[in-house]
């Protein structure tokens, strides 16, 4: 079945650098989307990707599909303390498919 | 705005014992979602439901039923309890390819 991988696991910043978060399936997909949790919460959705080579921009934050379809990426440019948390890609392969969640990376924002 | 909402949030059950969860959307959405999560372990499907009436198995179904009797509904049931099922259980519903949104989840422990 379908696999979406995400790495890495666990990453740990300094206040004001960069974090990247990479996201890999073993199909093509249709679309992909990035959801963030908060310690505690559940999660919540920031932006969906649908087209090759798309990249979206929310503030700091950048999203990028590949070419391919098939893997993925989530820059936050100077994090800060607010940015703590699960940050999750989630992809399916087409309408009727489920959306398939990698592991997830846990981002700690150190002051 | 109601959302997803789940119940209950929180439960303790011994090994054996059964129990349903439930999740209630009102926002007219096709597809519902079961998810457990794990430390480490990011979402991992149970079941999910492409409409009403419909059910089918995700990557961990086993030890778990579904029905979806009412559009609105999703109810997850444990028959028969085990420790191994102890685990935050998030369910999710969406409009087809979009995105996705989370209830906030029931924390079950099975002693």
């Known amino acids: 079945g379908q696999q979406v991988m995400q790495i890495p696991q666990y990453q740990h910043v300094q206040e004001g650098e960069d974090f990247t978060t990479y996201c890999n399936s073993s199909t093509t997909l249709s679309n992909i989307q990035w959801y963030k949790q908060r310690p505690g919460g559940h999660p919540v959705f920031l932006i969906q990707l649908v087209k090759s080579g798309e990249v979206k921009k929310q503030k700091r934050l950048t999203f990028q599909f590949g070419e391919a379809k098939k893997n993925s990426s989530l820059h936050i440019t100077a994090t800060q303390t607010t940015d703590v948390g699960t940050y999750f890609c989630a992809g399916s392969n087409s309408g009727n498919t489920p959306l398939v969640f990698g592991k997830g990376t846990r981002l700690s924002v150190i002051a | 705005n109601a959302g997803v909402t789940q119940t209950p949030k929180f439960r303790v059950l011994k090994t054996g014992q059964s129990m349903t969860l439930l999740c209630a959307q009102d926002?007219?959405?096709?597809?519902m979602y079961w998810y457990r999560q794990d430390p480490g372990m990011g979402l991992r499907l149970i079941h999910y439901?492409?409409?009403?009436?419909?059910?089918a198995k995700g990557e961990v179904p086993d030890g778990y039923n579904v029905s979806r009797l009412k559009k609105q509904n999703f109810l997850l049931g444990l028959e028969s309890a085990a420790p191994s099922q102890t685990s935050v259980y998030f369910c999710a519903s969406s409009s087809w390819t979009a995105e996705a949104f989370f209830g906030q989840g029931t924390r079950l422990t099975v002693v």
């Open positions: 439901s492409v409409g009403e009436g419909t059910t």
């Open positions: 926002m007219n959405h096709e597809y």
